[in-house]
């Protein structure tokens, strides 16, 4: 069993970088996926790395401003041309990657941690 957290500035300048820290068990075997919600929002996938970082996903919006990157007990999301849009509370959590040809599928979690405020101001 692995326990995943989250950690960030909180109120981030243009470009931050949010780090997701493994405890205990490291990740060398999980896919790790980001997600975010916003305020009244539903939460949505952000980015996913496979556990040998071959393979990722991006979710259309945020696709050529994040990317995301991995070590052996963390991974890091880069954010970078933030906007007012990528507000909310970001989410890490080990998740299932399927990989068919060209195809990406990213299956969350069933729990969450409490996550990490992101907050960018117009």
């Known amino acids: 069993q692995v326990q995943l957290r989250e950690s960030g500035p909180g109120l981030l300048k243009p470009s931050q970088t949010l780090s997701c820290v493994a405890s205990?068990?490291?990740?060398?075997?999980?896919?790790v996926g980001w997600f975010r919600q916003a305020p009244g929002k539903e939460r949505e996938e952000v980015s996913c790395i496979s556990s040998n970082g071959e393979y990722t996903t991006f979710t259309s919006s945020v696709k050529g401003r994040f990317t995301i990157s991995r070590d052996e007990n963390t991974v890091y999301l880069q954010m970078n041309s933030l906007k007012p849009e990528d507000t909310g509370v970001y989410y890490c959590?080990?998740?299932?990657?399927?990989?068919?040809?060209?195809?990406?599928?990213?299956?969350?979690?069933?729990?969450w941690g409490q996550g990490t405020q992101v907050t960018v101001s117009s």
């Open positions: 205990g068990d490291g990740l060398d075997y999980y896919a």
């Open positions: 959590a080990t998740v299932s990657l399927y990989i068919s040809g060209s195809d990406r599928e990213c299956r969350p979690p069933a729990q």
